[in-house]
T-cell receptor, first 114, second 114 residues
Framework: EADIYQTPRYLVIGTGKKITLECSQT?????MYWYQQDPGMELHLIHY???????EKGDLSSESTVSRIRTEHFPLTLESARPSHTSQYLC?????????????FGPGTRLTVL | GNSVTQMEGPVTLSEEAFLTINCTYT??????LFWYVQYPGEGLQLLLK?????DKGSNKGFEATYRKETTSFHLEKGSVQVSDSAVYFC?????????????FGDGTTLTVKP
């Protein structure tokens, strides 16, 4: 059982609000990721980090930002939420093994912006 | 670059039917291959993986063989159950290219009816 947590699980918020989605893992993994998941279930990588003080933008452009001040914590922030940000957000971490870099996912945060 | 193409869904089967979900990949290096499963309301979890050519990954009655000659990693199960209803993602991870990030297919939704 992977130890990666996301809060909140569900969030309904009004346009213009600032929100932070929390993600924490207790496995000591250096690599962490944020994905946005479509209703059609496709995964889009929006941010990743290879360790403390390392953050990179992913393949899908996103108005969100991330930080990595501690190994175990990788929060995602939206400064001003819009209806187009409505989606499922999945956080993951990986063990970084050369032979088979398995990703471990949190349960997700379903965000609805009204 | 790397890419993963998997069989489009949705797939609907009766209980005890045979399951195949096709997955092919394109990679410039020597990737590890994965199948992840996502149950309703949850994040993805590793189902099985294979790290080199001709390896067979297996778990919970599911199997997939890493076929380098056909660049494929098809998922099979001999007798599906209602509890196997989920979304299945094929993925690859190449430690030497793409900075070790995983590349996911678009997901295939499986529904098993009693």
């Amino acid at each position: 059982e992977a130890d990666i947590y996301q809060t909140p699980r569900y969030l309904v918020i009004g346009t213009g609000k600032k929100i932070t989605l929390e993600c924490s893992q207790t496995m000591g993994h250096d690599k962490m990721y944020w994905y946005q998941q479509d209703p059609g279930m496709e995964l889009h990588l929006i941010h990743y980090s290879y360790g403390v003080n390392s953050t990179e933008k992913g393949d899908l452009s996103s108005e969100s930002t991330v930080s990595r001040i501690r190994t175990e914590h990788f929060p995602l922030t939206l400064e001003s939420a819009r209806p187009s940000h409505t989606s499922q957000y999945l956080c993951a971490s990986s063990d970084g093994l050369a032979a088979g870099d398995t990703q471990y996912f949190g349960p997700g945060t379903r965000l609805t912006v009204l | 670059g790397n890419s993963v193409t998997q069989m489009e869904g949705p797939v609907t089967l009766s209980e005890e039917a045979f399951l195949t979900i096709n997955c092919t990949y394109t990679a410039t290096g020597y990737p590890s291959l994965f199948w992840y499963v996502q149950y309703p309301g949850e994040g993805l979890q590793l189902l099985l993986k294979a790290t080199k050519a001709d390896d067979k990954g297996s778990n919970k009655g599911f199997e997939a063989t890493y076929r380098k000659e056909t660049t494929s990693f098809h998922l099979e199960k001999g007798s599906v159950q209602v509890s196997d209803s989920a979304v299945y993602f094929c993925a690859l991870s190449d430690h030497n290219t793409n900075a070790g990030k995983s590349t996911f297919g678009d997901g295939t939704t499986l529904t098993v009816k009693p």
